[in-house]
């Protein structure tokens, strides 16, 4: 089954074309990184008209790489979680091509589809493994069964811990994206200069919890002279508060799981830091690690058009509503057929 993906909960517009038999055929993103840096974050309503000016073109030039339209046998469209306003552009233009061109189409959970994105490697993990999903909005654990079969062992409290690197970016005077800059920054700092907590790692549980660091650089920088090494050192103190909790608490889920594969997803999984410590576990422990590749792990239409077709191919159809959901707990997601 080929399918068309298309992506606009926030502030990447993305079209892709997945086909169950060769696999990834075409995909492009755009990201509105320059539009929203001005504001220091993204503004909605420019995100919403943004997406209407760039979908179209994005849309033709992925169709024209996969073949033209007429092989298109469905459609699958971000529906949630994410902005409201970006979210209705890229679901009304999938519900009327769909209509137009007689498929199915389907609203996918953007967070469903990062976890399903190292789906798309060579060498995808088989169902079931352990998955961390640490993203801009979301960082949680979760045990995966199968596409829609999910079980969350542990999700965050406050802050997720892409937030909590941009927050800490833009107390450090860095620009937006702030998570990025951030981990550039910290490869000058000196280790050992500042020490910050690994919130909830001395207790039970696989909950995290990322507010308070922020609080923690504050208090750790008051009355300091902010140069640039001194920012460097922070930062790379911050990362390394990120990272170890991630890492521990990720430990500790395979542990009580049993789980041999772990699956880390989502924007902050490009972060080579995490990664480098991430894998070093994984040797140590006996535990297969898996990642999507770079500019999969951020917002995508590949993982949608993927999710799409896992979720057509197994039955499942939508009927004529338009769907866009700013709010929808992954807790709520069935299996096909359910």
């Given at each position: ?6 992506e606009t909960s ?5 079209v ?15 990201s ?8 220091g ?7 919403s008209r ?7 073109p994005?849309?033709k ?9 007429k092989?298109?046998?469905?459609v ?8 409201v ?24 959970h953007h ?11 060579a060498?995808?993990?088989?169902f ?7 993203s801009g ?7 995966v069964?199968?596409v ?14 892409g937030e ?11 620009g ?43 208090v750790?920088l008051r ?5 640039d ?25 395979l ?20 990664r ?17 590749r770079?500019e999969?792990c951020?917002?995508?239409a ?16 939508d009927?004529?509503a ?10 709520e ?6």
């Amino acid at each position: 089954m080929r399918v068309l993906g298309l992506e606009t909960s926030c502030d990447e517009t993305a079209v892709a074309v997945y086909d169950g038999d060769a696999g990834l055929l075409a995909h492009q993103v755009y990201s509105q990184v320059d539009l929203h840096a001005a504001y220091g974050g993204v503004v909605p309503e420019l995100a919403s008209r943004d997406h209407l000016r760039k979908l179209l073109p994005i849309l033709k030039k992925v169709l024209d790489e996969a073949g033209g339209s007429k092989a298109i046998e469905g459609v699958a469209y971000t529906s949630g979680p994410g902005l409201v306003g970006a979210l209705m552009v890229g679901a009304a233009v999938a519900r009327s091509l769909a209509f137009a061109w007689r498929v199915p189409c389907i609203g996918v959970h953007h967070m469903e589809g990062h976890l399903l994105a190292p789906l798309l490697e060579a060498e995808p993990p088989q169902f079931p493994f352990l998955a961390l999903l640490v993203s801009g909005g979301h960082t949680l654990l979760a045990q995966v069964e199968g596409v829609g079969r999910y079980q969350i062992l542990g999700s965050s409290l406050d802050d997720a811990a892409g937030e909590a690197f941009d927050k800490t970016a833009k107390l450090l005077g860095l620009g937006y994206p702030g998570g990025p800059q951030l981990a550039k920054l910290a490869e000058q700092g000196r280790p050992d200069v500042f020490r910050f907590p690994r919130p909830l790692t001395e207790r039970p549980g696989l909950d995290f919890s990322f507010s308070g660091l922020k609080t923690a650089v504050v208090v750790a920088l008051r009355g300091r002279e902010l140069d640039d090494q001194t920012r460097a050192d922070a930062a790379l103190a911050f990362e390394e508060a990120v990272v170890d909790t991630l890492v521990i608490k990720c430990r500790r889920a395979l542990e009580e799981t049993d789980a041999r594969t772990l699956v880390v997803a989502g924007g902050v999984g490009a972060n080579r830091r995490l990664r480098a410590r991430m894998r070093a576990m994984g040797e140590r422990d006996g535990v297969r690690v898996v990642y999507p590749r770079v500019e999969f792990c951020t917002d995508n239409a590949a993982m949608i058009a993927l999710l799409g077709h896992l979720r057509l191919s197994a039955g499942q159809r939508d009927d004529l509503a338009i769907r866009a959901r700013a709010r929808w707990p992954m807790t709520e997601l069935l299996p096909p057929g359910a």
